[in-house]
């Protein structure tokens, strides 16, 4: 718990003093405004993670993030899932990612069937699965430590978040070598320690879940164990100039433990208009009283 509630107050305090969201229609949020951590206080605790990958027909990226944020996000939230955050991936214009979390591996196939055989889907499918050639990379995961699962941060305030989502969100995707999860993950740990600077948040540190699909008309990957760093950065100078260097050297040195099956891959993105998922500096994120 101590990491999520760092990084709730972290993300969230750019938002909960006040004034941090005040803005005009035309200027960067305002640092001093508040966001209210309390009003996600029910959405926390989702044990089970999707990371979704998906591949966008060329030129169809910009229509399917809006498609997705105007129909699905709060779709799933009444469901009892929800969407962590979604997000563009930088360097390659086609990839479109996105975080879902369920309560339990139970909730999967409930939540699932309840949203792919229900009205919402039915309603939009045609026209989003028309410009989605590749949905199927999807990696079934859980927080490594309850502490280090992903934060629920609240949604985006159309009001006084009028210019969006801010900040750039890193993911690090470590493949190891099956019967190596622990021994890895010991040693990651302390190499993602270095990572708490000013200016990144770690959003949680995920492991791969091995169980069976519970859902098979949704694809999962069978070619794990996955474990998956992921930060929210205040801006891209600070991933340049601060985490950049620090993320390399853990890439190096965790590469020459001998327990990876590859090498590890970095992912930058940048949140989406409407992703929970995205800098709040510790003034902005505190709980009303």
């Excluded at 951590?37 to 989702?46: E, P």
């Excluded at 993030?65 to 997000?87: D, H, M, R, S």
């Amino acid at each position: 718990m101590k990491q999520t509630a760092r990084l709730l107050l972290g993300l969230l305090a750019l938002s909960l003093t006040p004034g941090a969201f005040a803005q005009t229609p035309h200027e960067p949020v305002n640092e001093a405004t508040t966001i209210d951590l309390n009003s996600v206080k029910h959405l926390q605790d989702f044990q089970v993670v999707e990371f979704r990958r998906y591949v966008t027909a060329n030129g169809e990226r910009t229509h399917f993030v809006k498609f997705f944020e105007a129909f699905f996000p709060e779709t799933f939230e009444q469901l009892g899932a929800i969407v962590f955050g979604q997000f563009t991936e930088r360097g390659n214009p086609n990839r479109f990612t996105w975080l879902r979390g369920f309560k339990d591996i139970s909730a999967r196939p409930i939540v699932s069937a309840a949203f792919y055989y229900g009205p919402v889907w039915k309603e939009h499918r045609s026209k989003v699965n028309a410009i989605l050639p590749d949905s199927d990379n999807v990696s079934l995961m859980r927080p490594l430590r309850p502490e280090q699962s992903i934060p629920v941060l609240p949604a985006v305030d159309p009001v006084a978040e009028q210019d969006g989502a801010h900040g750039v969100v890193v993911a690090q995707i470590f493949t190891i070598k099956k019967g190596s999860e622990e021994v890895f993950a010991k040693q990651a740990q302390a190499a993602f320690a270095k990572y708490e600077i000013a200016g990144v948040h770690p959003a949680g540190v995920l492991v791969s879940l091995d169980v069976p699909n519970n859902f098979p008309q949704l694809p999962i990957r069978t070619d794990g164990p996955f474990l998956v760093w992921l930060g929210v950065v205040k801006d891209d100078s600070t991933l340049d100039k601060q985490l950049a260097p620090r993320l390399t050297s853990a890439e190096e040195s965790l590469t020459a433990t001998g327990l990876l099956r590859g090498m590890p891959e970095r992912v930058v993105m940048d949140p989406t208009s409407r992703s929970r998922l995205r800098w709040l500096s510790n003034e902005a994120a505190k709980a009303s009283p």
